[in-house]
Structure formats: C-alpha cells, structure tokens
C-alpha cells in the first residue's frame, strides 16, 4: 500500500528557510498531481503548491516567490523549499498525491509542523 512520509518542518525565525519533503513508500505509481496543503487551527485546509508529472507548478498566490515545489525520484518525491518564511505560514503542512490509474485515488501524509516565529 502506498505510504507519504513527510519531513523537514520546524521552528524558525521570519524570514528564515525551511526545506519540507515528501517520499512514497510501497508500490507507489506513477502520480498525476503531487502536492502541498497546510492548515490551521479554525480554517480549511487550503492548497499551498501542486506540481503536474511534467513537474509544472502552481502557487498559492501567499506564497508565490517565496515557495518552490520540485518533483524527483520516479516523480514520487516531492519537495516545498520555502525561503523568506512569514508568521503567516505558521501551519501544519500535508503532502498530498493523486493519480487516475489504474482508479482515480488521493493518498495523505500525516502532516508536518511548520513554526514561524515573530
């Protein structure tokens, strides 16, 4: 079965750096969509950054020039560098991949706590 296993989340000062990453574990396929969620206490869990197979990216536009997804290993790895870090961004941070064969499916990780500090 096909695992996400998340790492990289901390405690950091604003405007620090932290590198979040995201492996697949088992007899994971090939994924469509891979992708970044965070969500705090009292909000909806909302969409950070999703990179396509063709590692084509999108941003959330809080996020936009700060964040950078990037795919690799077999396009089952998935990485959030995220520089200039604001208080704002201080959440729990999912990964999240999707595919549509051999039946569409979403799989999650546990999430990881990301800190920022004023």
């Known amino acids: 079965q096909v695992q996400l296993v998340e790492s990289g989340g901390g405690l950091v000062q604003a405007g620090g750096s932290l590198r979040l990453s995201c492996a697949a574990s088992?007899?994971?396929?090939?994924?469509?969509?891979m992708a970044w969620y965070r969500q705090t206490p009292g909000k909806e869990r909302e969409l950070v950054a999703a990179?396509?197979?063709?590692?084509?990216?999108n941003y959330a536009d809080s996020v936009k020039g700060r964040f950078t997804i990037s795919r690799e290993g077999a396009r089952n790895t998935v990485y959030l560098q995220m520089d200039s870090l604001k208080p704002e961004d201080t959440a729990v941070y999912y990964c999240?991949?999707?595919?549509?064969?051999?039946?569409?499916?979403?799989?999650w990780g546990q999430g990881t706590q990301v800190t920022v500090s004023s």
């Open positions: 990179a396509t197979s063709g590692n084509n990216p």
């Open positions: 088992g007899s994971a396929p090939n994924f469509n969509t």
């Open positions: 999240n991949a999707y595919h549509v064969w051999p039946r569409r499916r979403d799989y």
